[in-house]
């Protein structure tokens, strides 16, 4: 079994496990809520209320939700960010506690936003509460995300489009190199890091651009791929996305394959081919588009 299949296999096993702030995958039992409580003085009464025994409900655990009707104890508890760490390491990746610190000191083969998500492939998805991360969980690559969702709820299963997360990453290790190679083409874009961006920042180079391919797009890689749009008549927003990936990959002579011969001499001309302008061709262009905006409004105005 390869370690993606692994981690998917102990994911689903954790399914319906209970969530208290702070545990770290040992039994649930009112000892160990009340020892939480008093860690996270915070969350003290979330945890209190989702104990029968704790909240008075209650003289015993037998029918409380998160006991093991099997075996009469505590089913194992997380927090979110402790249920990706030991997810992680039953394949042997270490991650540190916290989704914030998970998302920043983890060695990642590629990360970055969720619209570029590879939709096949099991990787831990992110929270961006604006000043931190602040949920995290772990994709299973067919479309749903398992993750210790809070108190009254445990650990779920939903699908991702249900769920507000808004990064994606795949912890060094987790594939093989030959097996990462169909994610080689995700949707870039300024703050990713990985493999993908290195490969990227390599392209640039190859087309003539001064870069060091360090895998962290910042903002001399975004001038880098803007300045390649323009070129090449692309739209200049400096994502990198399928058009620009494969104009980029045909320019440096990445993708060898001959293009069609055309049927007829009124066929429609081939996307990004690249032209020589000046400064000064970059002023006049922008002044006659300046210019034909001008007139449209006068128009839409109503004024002739």
């Given at each position: 079994?390869?370690?993606?299949?692994?981690?998917?296999?102990?994911?689903?096993?954790?399914?319906?496990?209970?969530?208290?702030?702070?545990?770290?995958?040992?039994?649930?039992?009112?000892?160990?809520?009340?020892?939480?409580?008093?860690?996270?003085?915070?969350?003290?009464?979330?945890?209190?209320?989702?104990?029968?025994?704790?909240?008075?409900?209650?003289?015993?655990?037998?029918?409380?939700?998160?006991?093991?009707?099997?075996?009469?104890?505590?089913?194992?508890?997380?927090?979110?960010?402790?249920?990706?760490?030991?997810?992680?390491?039953?394949?042997?990746?270490?991650?540190?506690?916290?989704?914030?610190?998970?998302?920043?000191?983890?060695?990642?083969?590629?990360?970055?936003?969720?619209?570029?998500?590879?939709?096949?492939?099991?990787?831990?998805?992110?929270?961006?509460?604006?000043?931190?991360?602040?949920?995290?969980?772990?994709?299973?690559?067919?479309?749903?995300?398992?993750?210790?969702?809070?108190?009254?709820?445990?650990?779920?299963?939903?699908?991702?489009?249900?769920?507000?997360?808004?990064?994606?990453?795949?912890?060094?290790?987790?594939?093989?190199?030959?097996?990462?190679?169909?994610?080689?083409?995700?949707?870039?874009?300024?703050?990713?890091?990985?493999?993908?961006?290195?490969?990227?920042?390599?392209?640039?180079?190859?087309v003539g651009e001064m870069l060091t391919a360090d895998g962290k797009f910042g903002a001399k890689t975004e001038k880098a791929v803007k300045d390649f749009q323009r070129l090449y008549l692309?739209?200049?927003?400096?994502?990198?996305?399928?058009?620009?990936?494969?104009?980029?990959?045909?320019?440096?002579?990445?993708?060898?394959?001959?293009?069609?011969?055309?049927?007829?001499?009124?066929?429609?001309?081939?996307?990004?081919?690249?032209?020589?302008?000046?400064?000064?061709?970059?002023?006049?262009?922008?002044?006659?588009?300046?210019?034909?905006?001008?007139?449209?409004?006068?128009?839409?105005?109503?004024?002739?």
């Open positions: 079994m390869d370690k993606p299949a692994i981690v998917r296999a102990w994911c689903e096993q954790r399914v319906g496990c209970p969530y208290i702030m702070g545990a770290t995958g040992k039994p649930c039992t009112p000892a160990y809520r009340e020892a939480r409580m008093a860690q996270y003085p915070a969350s003290a009464e979330k945890i209190k209320k989702n104990c029968p025994r704790l909240s008075g409900k209650a003289d015993t655990c037998a029918d409380c939700r998160w006991c093991d009707p099997e075996t009469g104890t505590g089913k194992l508890a997380y927090d979110c960010a402790q249920l990706s760490r030991w997810a992680m390491d039953a394949v042997g990746i270490s991650l540190v506690s916290g989704a914030n610190s998970q998302w920043s000191k983890t060695e990642w083969e590629i990360r970055g936003k969720i619209d570029g998500l590879p939709r096949e492939k099991v990787c831990l998805v992110f929270r961006d509460d604006g000043d931190k991360m602040g949920h995290v969980g772990i994709y299973q690559g067919d479309g749903t995300v398992i993750h210790a969702r809070g108190h009254d709820y445990g650990v779920v299963r939903q699908n991702l489009s249900d769920v507000k997360f808004t990064h994606w990453g795949i912890p060094m290790g987790l594939y093989t190199e030959g097996e990462s190679m169909p994610i080689e083409h995700p949707t870039l874009r300024r703050g990713d890091t990985g493999k993908a961006v290195h490969y990227l920042q390599t392209l640039l180079c190859d692309l739209n200049v927003d400096g994502v990198v996305g399928p058009k620009t990936w494969a104009a980029l990959e045909a320019a440096a002579g990445h993708n060898p394959e001959e293009p069609e011969t055309p049927d007829s001499d009124d066929a429609e001309p081939p996307v990004g081919v690249p032209i020589t302008m000046t400064q000064a061709d970059f002023d006049l262009l922008d002044m006659a588009c300046k210019t034909m905006e001008a007139v449209l409004n006068r128009y839409r105005n109503g004024v002739k």
